[in-house]
């Protein structure tokens, strides 16, 4: 059995513990209600916006563009995948370098390495998959999970079109954490390119019967570059508030571990006060009797 003094150092140690992650559960938890306002916002406009442009798109006007146009043969694959640039946020990270590295071998199978190129967003990804060999690891957007904006979006998915466009590469994949609620964060693959033309059913807008000026493919040439930069926008901004989420609960889950050791630590503490008290007791009895 640990002695009184050890087990007081483990008290004052569980202690400082519970400080700092009571304190990281408060950040987290603020930062997590910035985000998830940002995403709130944001969402419903996202969705409105590719409704639109699906029902453009897919209306009797029949306009097509190449960014929603299949190429061929998949030769070529961009996967932009997002995490965070800290730990302590609980099997968040470990989970999206699970889901990019399946996809990636998923393509694998099909063409070479060489061929699939990664966007790695986040210092914890880039590390996990800085590891792995079989693709090529662009960095240049490393840094860019902690503060997500709009520029960095717009330069990202510029690009991407751009190769789209140009030939360079047939399909773009988006591999991110996507926040449900405080609770739960959902590990979510999307296309990204060429532009998917499902819409929720029911939910689609209708454009029959509205005049569109000054014409649809007009509008699209303008509207589908705009919706592809708020589609990256609104990811990360979503990966951003699942990662505050996944924080948030895991230092409420550290911050309760540390409580529970704690009372086991006291009960422990206080039963070998008392044992120590009561062998002083008998020996100063047993000396008195001698």
Known sequence: M????????RIGSVEGTLKITSAMKMVASAKLHKAQGAIESMLPYDRQLHKIMVSLLSG???????LCQHHDKIKRVAIV?????????????????????????EYGKDIPGEAI??????????????????????????????NPTFATAQALATRLMNDYIAGKIDRVELVYMHFKNTASQIATREVFLPVPLETGGEDAVSTSGYII????SEVLNELIPDALCMKIFTVMLDAQAAEHAART????????????LLDELRIQYNKGRQAAITAELLDIVGGSMH
């Open 249 to 260: 609960v895991a230092m409420q889950t550290a911050t309760d571990n540390a409580n529970d």
């Open 213 to 216: 000026e000054p014409t649809p």
């Open 81 to 105: 995948a997002i995490a965070s640039n800290s730990s302590l946020c609980g099997g968040y990270n470990s989970n999206v370098v699970r889901h990019a590295t399946a996809v990636i071998n």
């Open 117 to 146: 190129d990664c966007y790695v967003i986040g210092r914890k990804l880039d590390q996990s998959l800085g590891k792995l060999k079989g693709f090529n690891q662009i960095r240049d957007y490393v840094e860019k999970g902690d």
């Open 2 to 9: 640990a002695s009184l003094k050890e087990i007081k150092g």
């Open 60 to 66: 009797d006007a029949k306009v097509t563009t190449p």
